[in-house]
T-cell receptor, first 116, second 113 residues
Framework: GAVVSQHPSWVICKSGTSVKIECRSL??????MFWYRQFPKQSLMLMAT?????????EQGVEKDKFLINHASLTLSTLTVTSAHPEDSSFYIC????????????FGPGTRLTVT | DAKTTQPPSMDCAEGRAANLPCNHSTISGNEYVYWYRQIHSQGPQYIIH???NNETNEMASLIITEDRKSSTLILPHATLRDTAVYYC??????????????FGTGTKLQVIP
């Protein structure tokens, strides 16, 4: 099956610093990836759609200058949380469609971000 | 995407079948029903999907009503490892795979020893 990885799996950073989260499709090419955020005991909330070679599309209410997305290649998308604050602490999950599996959406294992 | 309605929680005895319902009364003709699950602190996992026929794979069975307004995910022999939040989503697959997916609140399934 298709595999999507994320790095790091967890990260702790100080308030005001930036942190980068990587999302990779390991055995397939993904022109489109998605970034979600999940707060405790809540459902996944779509933040943005990451498109290879073009700008990301952000959902309403998501600050694009704070959550920088770069889809550098067909297998890598990165999410950078800039000037992180404690309220940015959350579980960040990426996903990608595998075109060979009836367009199933495969998810990464998630990254736990804690801002102190 | 059509909206879905799921019960917030369910319990199931270990070894018994878990039947998770989902209502999607506004589903359109080209939309499929997908099921995912999320075990605590992990990314969601694809389980199964279908259009109008019942589907079965190694993980589960999907029963879709004839009018396609509801469906049931069946885990035939639930184990403790099946404890998770189960999400029912309807969407239309497309060749570009660009369609974003919106998650509802899902059903928290607790498998009891």
């Amino acid at each position: 099956g298709a595999v999507v990885s994320q790095h790091p799996s967890w990260v702790i950073c100080k308030s005001g610093t930036s942190v980068k989260i990587e999302c990779r499709s390991l055995d397939f090419q993904a022109t489109t990836m998605f970034w979600y955020r999940q707060f405790p005991k809540q459902s996944l909330m779509l933040m943005a759609t990451s498109n290879e070679g073009s700008k990301a599309t952000y959902e309403q209410g998501v600050e694009k200058d704070k959550f920088l997305i770069n889809h550098a290649s067909l297998t890598l998308s990165t999410l950078t949380v800039t000037s992180a604050h404690p309220e940015d602490s959350s579980f960040y999950i990426c996903s990608a469609y595998h075109p060979g599996y009836a367009y199933e959406q495969y998810f990464g294992p998630g990254t736990r971000l804690t801002v102190t | 995407d059509a909206k879905t309605t799921q019960p917030p929680s369910m319990d199931c005895a270990e070894g018994r079948a878990a039947n998770l319902p989902c209502n999607h009364s506004t589903i359109s003709g080209n939309e499929y029903v997908y099921w995912y699950r999320q075990i605590h602190s992990q990314g969601p996992q694809y389980i199964i999907h279908g259009l109008k026929n019942n589907e079965t794979n190694e993980m589960a069975s999907l029963i879709i009503t004839e009018d396609r307004k509801s469906s049931t995910l069946i885990l035939p022999h639930a184990t403790l490892r099946d404890t998770a939040v189960y999400y029912c989503i309807v969407r239309s697959p497309n060749s570009g795979g660009y369609q974003k997916v919106t998650f509802g609140t899902g059903t928290k399934l607790q498998v009891i020893p």
